[in-house]
């Protein structure tokens, strides 16, 4: 099938589950995966994964980000990164590696299968995870805020160890280890500064009564009120590139470059235009593509180990809610709210598939071990938004958003 009529069938498949979905209490996004498991080749075989589909999927992931950047502040992530919100990523983080290593030494596995296992189980999709909230209407509560966080500093951490797997030479000693370790660490700082120093910065001339807001003012009234889109974009995308150059995930640098956006940049109105742009462009097109080819990559016919399939699928789900709750009980949530945390916490998707696609290419896991990956991917992505809607329903998210009690 060619690319366009592909995409065409995507699209169309895609907007018809989701919005059946969403008229049955669930997000869309539960449908729109839906639809690509159901087209590709595990069921239907009429759309594979190519090339340009991958690239039009990776767009989507960018205004995503940057939609969800748009709707949140920099500030109030920070103070999520710190103090309690660090707990909760860090038990978010450990908890599930350790289920992993233990699944693989459970089935044998060698040294850096055992790692990635791990690394794909820790993992919490940012992408998915904003999208997923912001669907709900929790992206903008605690919840979210603690949700968020975790999903970067867990992304992070595993992108970081990743990038030093994949630096290490074919035979190393622990001293390469160490120095390889040393050049990523200071890429990531590299990374960090670049976005506190630039925050710095504009609180820096706001409080000196510079209106930061003026240039691209000049610019949207000289070249139209769409160059503020094309403005916004180029800016993510520099963060988005320095992240890639650094050797970690564009969707990092681009997220953090996003959360630089906010009313104090842009008049009102402008900023109104901004997000509906965005939004109708990502809900409407981009986002149900990106979705749907998650559910694309999934091939059951790798699956031949039910046992290791089943062992692998049990300590991420169990894993990472576990940590979800422990950590937002340890913070002070209540059951119902920690609960939620750790559901939301459960879906990979995106990230997990990017590190998994990286080791396979690499020749550092098989086809077999891959396919599970995948479908770990797609079925804690779909359980993510189900589970946690059972524990908060409509109601119960509403009075959670005025009252702040669940």
């Known amino acids: 099938m060619q690319i366009l009529t592909s995409l065409l069938v995507l699209i169309v498949l895609a907007r018809v589950l989701g919005h059946l979905f969403a008229r049955w209490g669930q997000p869309a996004i539960v449908g729109e995966m839906l639809a690509g498991i159901l087209l590709g080749p595990s069921v239907l075989g009429l759309v594979a994964p190519s090339a340009a589909l991958s690239g039009i999927a990776s767009l ?108 290490l030479p074919e035979q190393t000693t622990w001293e390469q280890v160490l120095s390889t370790g040393s050049v990523v660490m200071v890429k990531l700082l590299v990374l960090v500064s670049a976005v506190v120093g630039l925050n710095l910065l504009l609180g820096w001339l706001e409080k000196r009564g510079i209106n930061v807001s003026a240039g691209p003012e000049k610019l949207a009234a000289l070249f139209g009120p769409e160059a503020l889109f094309g403005i916004v974009v180029v800016f993510v995308l520099a963060f988005g590139s320095l992240s890639e150059g650094l050797g970690f995930h564009f969707v990092i640098g681009a997220f953090f470059g996003a959360l630089l956006l906010d009313q104090r940049h842009f008049v009102a109105a402008r900023y109104e235009d901004l997000k509906r742009t965005l939004g109708s462009i990502t809900g409407g097109f981009l986002a149900p593509v990106f979705f749907a080819y998650l559910g694309l990559e999934f091939h059951v016919e790798a699956l031949t180990d039910l046992g290791f399939v089943a062992a692998v699928l049990g300590a991420a789900i169990a894993s990472k809610v576990l940590a979800g709750w422990w950590g937002g009980r340890l913070i002070g949530m209540s059951g119902r709210e920690a609960l939620g945390l750790g559901f939301i916490l459960n879906g990979r998707g995106a990230m997990e598939l990017v590190v998994a696609s990286i080791a396979f290419e690499r020749g550092f896991i098989g086809r077999e071990m891959f396919s599970v990956l995948v479908l770990m991917g797609v079925v804690t992505t779909m359980l993510a938004p189900v589970t946690f809607n059972a524990v908060m329903d409509e109601a119960r998210r509403r009075r959670y958003r005025e009252t702040g009690h669940a």
Do not use: Q
């Open 60 to 167: 989507a992931i960018f205004l995503v980000i940057l939609a969800a950047g748009l709707e949140m502040s920099f500030h109030e992530i920070a103070r999520a990164m710190r103090g309690r919100g660090l707990v909760v990523a860090l038990i978010a983080f450990a908890l599930p590696f350790g289920s992993g290593v233990l699944v693989a030494w459970a089935f044998d596995l060698d040294l850096m299968r055992t790692i990635f296992l791990g690394l794909c189980i820790s993992i919490t999709a940012l992408p998915v995870a904003v999208k997923m909230l912001d669907e709900l209407g929790m992206l903008d509560t605690p919840i979210g805020s603690y949700a968020i966080s975790t999903a970067i500093i867990n992304d992070v951490m595993a992108l970081f160890i990743l990038g030093i797997l994949l630096a």
